[in-house]
């Protein structure tokens, strides 16, 4: 049980002393005592040390009920004795004899004026603090009153708005209820009465207005500002049992009670955070400040209590004197924690209400007619450490709950290390689920190693708490204990929310192994102690039909696992990137990010530096990532793929043994590209993927697909890589390995080409020469050495290949690479193209085209190859490019050249009449050709000039076959002067229009009026600005027509009008005209457009 207080007596009556102890106050070093016999007397409270073990009372008072004698009051007989006179635990200052005639039944003071309130002979009586001597005595109307009650609170004004204390005293007198209050120790004038529908035995503040009223009837919660009551309903449940809707029902005990003449009275306690406890009899109702029930079960009392009580943070509750026994409760659990003898304990005292915390006031006092009790709290800690100690981690969790953070030395890290504690209990009970629940809250956040020791190796590896049994479970003596679960064996101590059912299977092995291993200290507070017999018994006891209920046990505990890991992995992930390892800015405002990565680290410095805390949380990561991989090859092997796609920690040499062993290689290959070990990912795909038949372990390995998609996806600085494990690709499948390096992506497009190059050159010159014309045609690769190695590659091949139609194709690549590249060696080119091989003619003559060499060119064109066709075609090329080049030169030159007018012989000779020499004056031993040279004429005559021409053409030539070219000739010349004549009629036109705007305008009404234009200003005319008559002054034209005064032109332009107005004069007769614009104006009048008039 829980030694949460301490009983230590501090008054004691002399037995000569007849008198009888009726009330008490305690405030601050001061106890006042009322007596029967109408007397007070003050005592002061010495600082006594703490009584250690050899005093009973201190002992007795931590000891269950039937373990301690009825009263403590005195030292044994064999203790030893002082070595000096033992201090007094109090000192009587003063007894004020003649302070009541009666009895004093009840004592309160009003600190702020320094009051003490007393209730003898049924009346309230006011007396000065200081010196008792009566200020009012009794209280009028107080009388025949039954009892009071104070409350003291800061509120603040209602009309300044300041703060201020505030105290009420409240006095209950049959039915009525009066009421006084002091503002700022101000006593107020006025008396509230309140009439309640029956008399009043009871009373408690539940705040600065309100106080709940207890009768025979029921409770009322009044409002004293508003008076206003409100009877206290109870939920349906107690509602129904009780017969009526109102709290205040009577049990089957209460009403023979009733019988017998006595009434139990109603009691009430204010408890923290705004909640009240009522009552009656052995019903109980808990509500909040404003009346209002709340969810909460009755407290299990055996019989009514003579009073009720909180003393921060347990419900109390005070037997009769008969028993004379405190009982001390969970106000969340509301179970018993500890019972405390008090032999003839009557009443209970608590300090005065205070504006204070909660935690403060937390001792109290307890009385008889002869004893006075102080009940001290013991150390917070010291309690904790008792109930997990006695095995009460859900009492512990509680009230580490309800206790403020300052009251202990670490809240936070011991609720955490009780719930961790919970959580393991929950798991060897088979609770799975809520064990993973609790590990996984957020204020838990179990470190994994603390989790892991719960599984055995093939789960946690060697993180595992359990020590494997080295025969296997199919070896196990027949004879062992098959009726485990019938005959289950003795459970730990501790009992977790509800009671738990008989071990078995998985849970009773784990259950089993805390007596045969090494006791883990963390879990030495809730592990069962079993003798090594009973131990050894249960392994050789474990039959077949037990291996099988083991096997369900792990399972299941394994599924329930997953919740926890994906929610450590989740925590981890806020503080460290799974893609590249490495920290991530903490928050150092709210402090979260930090307490994620503690909570999941067994130990963490505050002076670590973040490159060791970098290293400690990927050791955590590599522990949850490599537990959740084993975790899903033991359930849902399936699924361990899906944990290679997205960034792991998994431990690569695990993964690679259990992988193995499954001959899952396609999951293996996943995680070896998902980890970057590259080298292991391709060599397994070699190994499966080049033999010519598929390996059954890993059909779908079998090919270069995989490997050359994988490939695909590795950066340019894995080249080695990439070129080590592409050539048996490139081998197999030529034109699928080709991919890695042709793939539309900017891996492949980034690759350094000359170590691709090299690398297929000693593979296979095709593959070269294939890539080459990738980046130079596709990827525009300007490198000159890529350009004639290439043309160095075509032409190799060129020479080795016997023609025919591959040949063919190939030579067609190769002359439009000559014609299309810019950044080959021109000299080196013709230096490698055969020059007696026909079949290079072609490419020749685009080399020698290139170097500007066009005589040699159609050389070849007409004399080698006698392809007059594409000699022609060549010049046509050739003519089409000077003109391109000669517009770009002079873009404002005008279509028609004007070297084609020109007749004259210094006139340049185009590319034709080169032609047209070869055809007709054609170097030896060649012989005119006259045919092509005509066809030459008829078609281009117009581009070869007459006097340059001529001269080539043969003296005995018949001018008949001369017709076509001076027809094109005279056609040339025709079309260029009607093209100038064309030129020159538009610009006329061009001119007359723009003269005609300038001079009559548009036409349009109300547009353009040119040098015409008029405006008529009349006597009645209006300035459009300050709309004031024109008269005779002088005015402005705004170009929309708009007429203004010449001294308001200036807001006619800030009114959003033309700034510049057309003409400006005097009126004159009525009438101005405006005939004489300038020519600068009349300009103009095409940019101000439609909006003059």
């Given amino acids: 049980m829980l030694s949460a207080f301490t009983a230590r007596p501090i008054i004691e009556l002399k037995q000569r002393d007849k008198s009888k102890i009726e009330s008490i106050l305690a405030t601050g070093d001061r106890v006042l005592v009322g007596l029967n016999t109408g007397s007070l007397r003050i005592y002061r409270v010495n600082d006594v040390p703490e009584v250690t073990s050899t005093n009973g009372n201190g002992a007795a008072s931590n000891q269950e009920t039937e373990e301690r004698p009825p009263t403590a009051t005195t030292a044994p007989k064999d203790a030893l004795p002082p070595k000096s006179p033992a201090k007094k635990p109090t000192d009587l200052l003063r007894e004020v004899e003649k302070f009541s005639t009666r009895a004093i039944d009840q004592l309160a003071i009003i600190k702020e004026a320094n009051l003490l309130v007393s209730l003898s002979n049924y009346a309230v009586s006011f007396h000065d603090l200081t010196t008792f001597e009566p200020i009012e005595a009794p209280l009028a109307k107080t009388k025949p009153a039954t009892t009071f009650a104070v409350t003291s609170n800061i509120v603040k004004d209602p ?51 309100r106080i709940v009223c207890g009768m025979n009837g029921g409770y009322v919660i009044v409002d004293v500002q508003t008076g206003s009551v409100e009877e206290i309903m109870s939920p349906g449940v107690l509602g129904a049992a009780g017969g009526q809707g109102r709290f205040g029902a009577v049990s089957a005990a209460g009403i023979g009670s009733m019988l017998g003449g006595f009434t139990p009275k109603p009691l009430s306690a204010k408890l923290a955070e705004g909640e009240l406890l009522l009552a009656k009899d052995i019903n109980t109702l808990f509500i909040n400040d404003s009346g209002k029930a709340l969810e909460k079960r009755q407290i299990p009392w055996a019989a009514a209590p003579e009073s009720i009580g909180y003393s921060y943070p347990y419900i109390l509750a005070l037997q009769p004197p008969a028993k004379g026994a405190l009982e001390v ?67 512990a969790i509680s009230i580490l709950g309800m206790l403020e953070d300052a009251l202990l030395k670490n809240k936070t890290e011991t609720l955490r290390e009780v719930k961790m504690q919970k959580a393991e209990l929950l798991f060897m009970k088979k609770r799975y689920r809520d064990s993973m629940d609790l590990f996984n809250e957020d204020d838990v956040d179990a470190p994994p190693e603390r989790v892991l020791k719960l599984f055995p190796k093939v789960i946690a590896g060697e993180l595992s708490g359990i020590e494997e049994d080295e025969r296997q479970p199919s070896d196990a003596d027949s004879d062992g204990e098959a009726d485990g679960d019938q005959k289950p064996k003795t459970e730990p101590t501790e009992a977790v929310s509800s009671p738990p059912k008989g071990t078995g299977g998985f849970a009773k092995y784990l259950m089993a192994q805390v007596g045969h291993r090494k006791v883990n200290p963390e879990t030495a507070s809730i592990a069962s102690r079993k003798t090594q017999d009973d131990d050894a018994a249960s392994f050789r006891g474990r039959s077949s039909e037990d291996h099988s209920q083991y096997e369900k046990d792990l399972k299941a505990s394994v599924s329930e696992l997953f919740s926890y890991l994906a929610g450590a992995r989740a925590r981890l992930q806020r503080v460290i990137d799974p893609v590249t390892g490495k920290l991530k800015p903490r928050r150092t405002a709210s402090g979260a990010n930090e307490e994620a990565f503690k909570s999941l680290l067994i130990s963490s410095s505050q002076n670590e530096d973040d490159e060791q805390l970098e290293r400690e949380l990927q050791h955590t990561f590599k522990i949850i990532d490599t537990t959740l991989f084993c975790a899903y090859m033991h359930s849902r092997p399936q699924l361990a793929s899906s944990l290679f796609r997205i960034p792991n920690f998994c431990d690569p040499d695990v993964v690679n043994e259990r992988l193995v062993e499954t001959n899952r290689f396609n999951e293996l290959v996943d995680f070896f590209i998902g980890k970057k070990l590259y080298r292991q990912a391709f060599k397994l795909l070699r190994k499966f993927g080049e033999p010519d038949q598929p390996d059954e372990a890993a059909p779908t390995l079998h090919g270069p697909a995989r490997t050359v998609e994988y490939l695909q996806g590795l950066p340019p600085e894995m080249i080695d890589v990439i070129l080590e494990f592409s050539e048996w690709t490139l081998r197999k499948d030529p034109k699928l390995g080709m991919e890695v390096f042709l793939a539309d992506s900017e891996n492949a497009e980034t690759l350094p080409r000359d170590q691709v190059v090299k690398f297929l050159d000693d593979i296979d010159i095709s593959l070269e020469i294939q890539y080459l014309q990738h980046i130079i045609e596709e990827l525009n690769d300007l490198t000159p050495d890529f350009h004639n190695r290439l043309l160095q590659l075509f032409i190799k091949q060129l020479t080795q290949k016997e023609q025919g139609q591959e040949w063919d194709s190939l030579m067609e690549r190769l002359v439009r690479f000559l014609r299309e590249s810019k950044q080959y060696s021109l000299g080196k080119a013709l230096g490698l193209i055969p020059k007696d091989d026909p079949r290079f003619y072609e490419a020749q003559a685009v080399v020698l085209s290139n170097m500007g060499q066009h005589r040699q060119a159609l050389n070849i064109s007409v004399f080698k190859m006698q392809d007059y066709a594409k000699a022609e075609e060549y010049c046509n090329h050739i003519h089409k490019t000077q003109d391109a080049q000669a517009q770009v030169a002079s873009p404002s030159l005008s279509v028609t050249s004007a070297s084609e007018d020109k007749d004259t012989d210094d006139a340049q000779p185009s590319i034709y009449h080169t032609l047209l020499s070869l055809y007709l004056t054609p170097p030896a031993p060649h012989k005119p050709n006259l045919g092509p040279a005509l066809d030459l004429l008829s078609k281009h005559g117009s581009r070869l000039p007459a006097t340059s021409t001529l001269s080539l053409v043969p003296d005995d030539l018949p001018v008949s076959q001369l017709e076509s070219y001076f027809r094109g000739r005279m056609r040339s010349a025709n079309s260029a002067v009607n093209e100038t004549r064309v030129v020159a009629g538009l610009r006329k036109t061009s001119l007359f229009a723009s003269q005609a705007l300038l001079f009559l305008g548009d036409g349009i009404p109300g547009g353009q009026g040119g040098r015409n234009r008029r405006v008529v200003i009349s006597d009645e005319r209006m300035c459009g600005t300050c709309h004031k008559r024109l008269g005779g002054s002088v005015v402005a034209v705004m170009p929309d027509n708009k007429v203004v005064h010449y001294g308001c032109l200036g807001k006619a332009a800030l009114q959003g009008g033309p700034s510049r107005p057309l003409s400006s004069n005097s009126s004159i007769g009525g009438v101005s005209s405006f005939s004489g614009l300038d020519s600068h104006l009349g300009a103009q009048a095409q940019g101000w457009g439609r909006s003059a008039a």
């Fill in 159 to 209: 009309t300044t708005g300041i703060p201020e204390i505030t105290s009420r005293l409240a006095v209950a007198v049959k039915r009525r209820l009066l009421l006084w209050a002091w503002h700022d120790s101000e006593l107020s004038a006025d008396v509230t009465e309140i009439l309640l529908s029956e008399s009043i035995r009871s009373m408690t503040w539940a705040n600065a207005t």
């Fill in 329 to 395: 409760r969970n106000p969340d659990t509301l179970s018993l924690l500890q019972t405390i003898s008090l032999q003839g304990a009557a009443a209970l005292h608590f300090p005065p209400p205070t504006i204070s915390l909660a935690h403060t006031s937390k001792g109290f006092h307890v009385l008889s007619d002869r004893v006075v009790w102080r009940m001290e709290a013991t150390d917070y800690d010291s309690q904790i450490d008792e109930l997990v100690k006695h095995g009460k981690l859900d009492e």
